[in-house]
């Protein structure tokens, strides 16, 4: 099982982005999922949460600029980033406290605490 971080780039001040983290490898259930970031020289930080039933949580440094959401029956979780800002500029992570999968012989098992590798978003003021 693994998540894959997709949708980083460089953009300038003012502009958006959208990142994608999908989670492959069996899985039939994911709980909570979030995105974490990284800037140079700094601790990571969370950036917005949202639980299995969709209700979001946010940083208040990105309050009413960034929109986390999911869907389930993909696997996939979205932030939606507008009004970018230079201090927005770090490495994005997605993570996943439980996500439960199938392995090849059809047993259930469950993994905690898996976070994808990060995708750069780098903006310009």
């Known amino acids: 099982v693994q998540l894959q971080a997709y949708g980083g780039g460089f953009v300038q001040a003012g502009e958006s982005l959208r990142l994608s983290c999908v989670a492959s490898g069996g899985i039939f259930s994911i709980a909570s999922m979030a995105w974490y970031r990284q800037a140079p020289g700094r601790e990571r930080e969370l950036v917005a949460s949202i639980t299995s039933g969709g209700s979001p949580e946010y940083a208040d440094s990105v309050k009413g600029r960034f929109t986390i959401s999911r869907d389930n029956a993909e696997n996939t979780v979205f932030l939606q980033m507008n009004s970018l800002k230079s201090e927005d500029t770090a490495v994005y992570y997605c993570?996943?406290?439980?996500?439960?999968?199938?392995?090849?012989?059809?047993?259930?098992?469950?993994?905690?605490?898996?976070w994808g590798k990060g995708t750069l978003v780098t903006v310009s003021s």
């Open positions: 993570h996943t406290d439980t996500l439960y999968y199938f392995d090849h012989e059809g047993r259930a098992h469950y993994e905690e605490d898996l």
